[in-house]
């Protein structure tokens, strides 16, 4: 892996950025990278379900970890992390999360860590998914649906991490069913738009966890590589 490690963004909520971050840490993996998996705030779900995102995390990337290693701050009710934390009155700062991620990054050679929805979502009262990402100075990559409107997201998601000094490694397409002249047209575009890398398309998988899937035949993986 070309750095210590990924952010994964995206331009929304529930568009597979679990799903992608632990194919590409399941690829590192299997090519002897040793790469750990963090997600540090998460609501809705509780780890040990299987419908977990931590759960998916683990299972997904194959990481011996445990689940509140990988997810140190979790609660039941399914809303934005702000907004959970206080209905639960539970208390945390940005330095509590860096302290859990660097726990975990000390096993392992480099690690990927997934952002809450997109990236300028709030984690607490004083502190973002932005501030998180340049905390630990990862390069980003964004995780984005290819349908009508996604030119926008995109392009705002990029800007904003610029305008933020963050690094952006690419752009991964998740779960595409079908390619028309939408599709098609959002990638011409955006390659006219930005020079941010547009590592690839992965398709809609029904069964997310267990299904075989070789992402050479989807990435551009030496982007990451």
Not at 160 to 173: C, Q
Request: aromatic share 8%.
């Amino acid at each position: 892996m070309k750095n210590k490690g990924y952010f994964i963004t995206g331009t929304d909520t529930e568009i597979g950025k679990t799903f992608v971050t632990a194919r590409l840490a399941r690829y590192f993996n299997k090519h002897n990278q040793d790469i750990g998996v963090f997600k540090p705030l998460m609501s809705g779900t509780r780890r040990e379900s299987p419908c977990s995102d931590a759960y998916i995390l683990k299972s997904g990337a194959k990481v011996l970890d445990g689940l509140e290693e990988i997810n140190p701050f979790q609660w039941d009710e399914a809303l934005a992390p702000a907004l959970a934390q206080k209905r639960a009155k539970t208390d945390y700062s940005l330095d509590d999360v860096l302290k859990k991620y660097n726990v975990l990054a000390q096993k392992h050679k480099g690690m990927l860590v997934e952002g809450a929805g997109g990236i300028t979502v709030p984690y607490g009262d004083d502190f973002t998914v932005t501030d998180l990402a340049c905390a630990l100075n990862l390069p980003l990559i964004i995780v984005a649906p290819n349908k009508l409107g996604v030119i926008n997201h995109i392009i705002l998601t990029i800007e904003f991490a610029k305008n933020h000094d963050l690094t952006i490694a690419g752009i991964i397409f998740n779960g595409v069913k079908h390619k028309g002249v939408v599709e098609d047209t959002n990638l011409t575009l955006l390659k006219e738009m930005t020079d941010v890398p547009i590592i690839g398309e992965l398709p809609w998988i029904t069964n997310q966890i267990n299904a075989e899937l070789p992402l050479e035949k989807y990435l551009d993986i030496n982007l990451l590589m």
